[in-house]
């Protein structure tokens, strides 16, 4: 589901992989913080899953690799 997820998001398979490992990683260290009576365990892991999307998109947006001087 997390894969696949970052597949339909655009990203290529190998960066699906690695964000879907990030986001397993960040699951199993905050898994005393899930509290069922919050919602369902799929929700929790989709949000954690988008939160890892987003800082991957964040942290690209700001690495500015034009270089107007090579460009002209």
């Known amino acids: 589901m ?21 986001t397993f990683v960040r699951v199993f260290s905050s898994l005393g913080g899930y509290d069922q009576a919050r919602g369902a365990f799929r929700a929790w892991l989709s949000a954690i899953a988008r939160n890892v999307a987003r800082k991957y998109w964040r942290r690209r947006a700001t690495t500015n690799t034009f270089d107007p ?3 002209d």
Do not use: C, K
């Open 69 to 71: 001087e090579l460009a």
């Open 2 to 22: 997390v894969a696949g997820y970052f597949r339909r998001s655009g990203f290529d398979s190998s960066l699906a992989a690695d964000l879907t490992q990030e």
